[in-house]
T-cell receptor, first 114, second 114 residues
């Protein structure tokens, strides 16, 4: 089955700086890669996703890049703000292949230092 | 929309007791998922339903766990008998149209088994 590895497990950045979280996946058939943000005491919330037919997607201060050859994808947050502090999860799935389960990474705890 | 609703939010029970967790998905969503989150194992998919039918229960840890979805607006996850190692946060999520896209998570039920 799919295996998703995520690094780093913790990340602290100064407010205003950029943060980058990286994930690798094992199944070359995976074609859908979402990122979820989990705030304390809440369920994960989808913040951005990318499909394998594109290499990059951007939404305001958040961007995701995908390298299918190397089987890795990354989340980039620019101009970080205190409200960006949370745990971030990457995930992968073989969308439209029938049994489409999301396999999650182990999470990155991001702390924004004011 | 109220989002995915889970109850109870917190449950403390003694080993050996039966525990029932409840979930109301977002109206119109045809996929429902049960996840378990622990520090050691991260976010694990236990089971998911499509149109009230269980599609994949390969993540259910053992026979002590069972899940039902009697109609489109209600699902239960039951643990009988409960054990201390079942202590975790259990999330319900739902989505529409394709199982891995845009899953909406509930706030979770924090289960403690003493």
């Amino acid at each position: 089955g799919e295996n998703v590895e995520q690094h780093p497990s913790t990340l602290s950045v100064q407010e205003g700086d950029s943060a980058v979280i990286k994930c690798t996946y094992s199944d070359s058939a995976s074609n859908y890669f979402p990122w979820y943000k989990q705030e304390l005491g809440k369920g994960p919330q989808l913040i951005i996703d990318i499909r394998s037919n594109v290499g990059e997607k951007k939404d305001q201060r958040i961007a995701v890049t995908l390298n299918k050859t190397a089987k890795h994808f990354s989340l980039h947050i620019t101009e970080t703000q205190p409200e960006d502090s949370a745990v971030y999860f990457c995930a992968a799935s073989k969308a439209n292949f029938g049994n489409e389960k999301l396999t999650f990474g182990t999470g990155t705890r991001l702390t924004i230092i004011p | 929309d109220a989002g995915v609703i889970q109850s109870p939010r917190h449950e403390v029970t003694e080993m050996g007791q039966e525990v029932t967790l409840r979930c109301k998905p977002i109206s119109g969503h045809d996929y429902l998922f049960w996840y378990r989150q622990t520090m050691m194992r991260g976010l694990e998919l236990l089971i998911y339903f499509n149109n009230n039918v269980p599609i994949d229960d390969s993540g259910m840890p053992e026979d002590r766990f069972s899940a039902k979805m009697p109609n489109a607006s209600f699902s239960t996850l039951k643990i009988q008998p409960s054990e201390p190692r079942d202590s975790a946060v259990y999330f319900c999520a739902s989505t529409q149209g394709a199982s891995s896209y845009e899953q909406y998570f509930g706030p979770g039920t924090r289960l403690t088994v003493t």
